[in-house]
């Protein structure tokens, strides 16, 4: 009985990829043969590119991608957040213990660090014009991702460049832990972390869990897609040190604790490089 399912399921996945990928192809097809011949003769080859690679990256590669996931689910251990495609992003690598979000947004900013905007479409644009005119903007937004199958509740950074412009900053995403929704499941996400930060779980305080990472270089290539985004530095658990170090400094640390070691591994997040990391969770409880 569980073969005939298993093979049941594999062929309904097999025959899925095909659909998809016959789909992609005669997408890719019009684009390349249909659209491309008609915008150069009516604009500059560079512009007629332009418009076939914006298609393909922002528009018909993503669609793709989620149509795949309509039948094939992700299905991983929660160490790592991801796109809202569900591919793999950044390492968690911190957990935050706090009585609540204000108590932790006023931590942050004494530590000289400063809330994302939201990635609302004005906000957006005025982050692309820092990042092209090195213009100031300390809190430009960053890109939501995915955790306990919502996105972070807040992010923190700090610019790395003289301009305090969105070309290069530290920065770290966050998510309350907290119990899912009933009509929206989080994949065993919580009770995953729940088990590893249990000593820190009370009725008295919040846990917050993050993935902190550095952006290095405003322009950086999501493979998957080729879609455009900041370059940043795979070796998360430098950052993560970072982090903690700027909250110490402050005086804001009551203690630092670790979760359980875990084993060293690496995976590839949304760009070309390999993130490596130790494994463990450092806990910082804040006064």
Known sequence: MVYDIYMVTLLLHTLWR????????????FIVFEIVPYAD??????FAILIAYCLLAYL????LFRLYHVIVKHDHIPLYVTTGDGWASDPVNLAIIVKDQKQLEKAFAQAGWYKADPPTLMNMLREGASIVLNMAYPTAPVSSLYLFNRKHDVAFQIPT???MSARSRHHLRLWRLEAPLAEKPDHNHFDFWSKKLFKWISGEKEVWVAACTEDVHPIGVRFRTGTI???IDHNADVERD???GTLRDAGLIKSTDASEPGEPYRFRGQQFGTFITDGTIKVIDIK
């Open 18 to 29: 095909i659909l998809v990928f016959s789909i992609g192809g005669v997408a890719i097809w």
């Open 41 to 46: 003769k009516r604009l500059p080859t560079f």
């Open 60 to 63: 018909v590669i993503p669609a």
């Open 161 to 163: 460049n003289g301009r």
């Open 229 to 231: 985004t900041h370059a």
């Open 242 to 244: 970072y982090t903690i």
